[in-house]
């Protein structure tokens, strides 16, 4: 019996099709992100994003439908995917709800904001009211998780009575507000010549130090 050359598939070497076909869309939803955030939704175009992950155009709507659905893969992949841990995190939390927070914060940067897919914040922002089906998506897949996940974890400190809130739905923003800050000063003007720039670690801690303790001095504090 011959012995399989390279291009012979074994159960150990799977065929360089094989390998190329399940390849595909992550390549495709790499390049897909890159183009998103460069260019923006609208002006990203399948054919370019085709031609980066070096297939054809008809082979990506063999994956994808259309722009919409591979705009879902993309964050699917890039940002819901982390819904499930993070989620696993809180329930096996066992530390102060200050920490938690501190923890989200920072979680939050390290999985999403550091990447390429911090970029699609602004893109959203910019681009979000031109595209009803996309938002909807993004508003059920992502805002609506995340809202969930940080009203479990101030609902946690309200009832270990360690923080005292007056009111949860708009308390939730709050934790969001500073990192959509970060993220937009990252792709807008974080990105020119005279940038202003920030620490991502510094710019965090002190949120947190601000969100947890308020701007107004504690009477034990002040001597009163």
Not at 81 to 96: I, P, R, V
Not at 169 to 191: N, Q
Not at 194 to 217: E, H, N, S
Request: proline residues 5%; aromatic residues 10%.
């Amino acid at each position: 019996m011959p012995s399989p050359t390279p291009d012979t598939p074994t159960d150990e070497q799977p065929s360089r099709r094989g390998r190329r076909k399940e390849a595909r869309p992550g390549e495709l939803i790499e390049a897909a992100l890159d183009l998103f955030v460069e260019k923006g939704f609208a002006a990203a175009r399948v054919e370019e994003i085709a031609a980066r992950a070096g297939v054809s155009k008809g082979t990506l709507f063999l994956y994808y439908g259309s722009k919409e659905e591979l705009f879902k893969a993309v964050v699917r992949h890039s940002i819901i995917d982390c819904f499930a841990e993070w989620n696993e995190q809180f329930e096996a939390w066992q530390g102060s709800s200050a920490e938690l927070v501190r923890m989200c914060l920072n979680a939050w940067w390290d999985r999403i904001g550091t990447t390429r897919a911090s970029g699609i914040t602004k893109l959203m922002f910019s681009e979000a009211q031109n595209f009803p089906d996309v938002v909807a998506f993004y508003e059920r897949e992502v805002i609506a998780p995340c809202h969930s996940l940080l009203r479990r974890v101030l609902e946690r400190g309200l009832a270990r009575g360690e923080f005292a809130i007056a009111d949860i739905d708009y308390a939730i923003y709050t934790l969001v507000a500073p990192m959509i800050f970060l993220v937009l000063h990252k792709h807008s003007l974080g990105c020119g010549a005279g940038r202003m720039p920030i620490d991502p670690q510094r710019y965090i801690a002190a949120q947190a130090v601000t969100l947890l303790r308020g701007l107004c001095v504690r009477p034990a504090e002040s001597g009163q």
